[in-house]
């Protein structure tokens, strides 16, 4: 999984696969952090009873392994089945393990659109890029009478991304139908940046005049778009950038490194 788990129990000979992650899980442990870092993208999927019968036979935790198809099947809730593993592996502190039941326990007050966004906006949060496009654009594809607010926030976010993967003109239509539906001069602002971004003073003025923008209003977010390119970030990346032509630079080096940022941007 990337990092050295201890573990008080002899790991599993055979490994649980965890399909929508991709990933095999040897122990009690590992299947505990599987669930702290993966509390927002948790389904009802994560129940079954293949997981229970390993549980039961390759880690030997019998008791533990009836408890968890009691809840599996008696229609039990995931804040419950999450909680048993938590609590039996004791890999993370209890008051820990009470937060992130909570966190299930509020996902499971929150209608099924909601809940997706919130799996969405984490693989935003944690530049799971690629990957929060795809849950976005599949979330506005299957949504249907949602409140229009949160449709625009969906489409916000989805800009977002986009931005971040220096798509700027996907970036600015999905800004700007997030606007038409949530009205937040949040959405309005972002999509003039992106035209910033594009250079593109056309558009940049047709969307400020539509929304009946000040010149005051226009000349603060020109200002904010300067700030950014005088931002400590861009002066260390110029700064990397002057070695290029200076004997014995180091350019494939930095641009490996780039490459290798946004491959890890743009995983899946």
Known sequence: MGELLLCSRMPAAL???????SLHVYSLEELSYYIGTNLYLL???FMSEELCAWIERELHARELAARL??????NGTLSEFAGCILEESGYHGR???ERMIGVLRDMEQKSE???RKLRAD???ENRRYVRAVYEYRRLLDESGDEDAALLG???HNLGTACARLFLFEEAAACYTEAYEKNRDPESLRECLLAYCCMQDEVRFGQTADAAGLTAEERRAVRETFDRAGRSEAIAEFEAQADTWTQPGGKSAELLEEWKAAYRKNCRI
């Open 69 to 74: 198809r009691k809840i599996y099947r008696e």
């Open 153 to 155: 926030n969906i489409w």
């Open 113 to 115: 659109c909601e809940c």
């Open 15 to 21: 490994p649980y696969f965890i399909d929508s992650a």
């Open 43 to 45: 389904e009802e999927d």
């Open 95 to 97: 008051k820990e393990a």
């Open 122 to 124: 984490r693989c935003l």
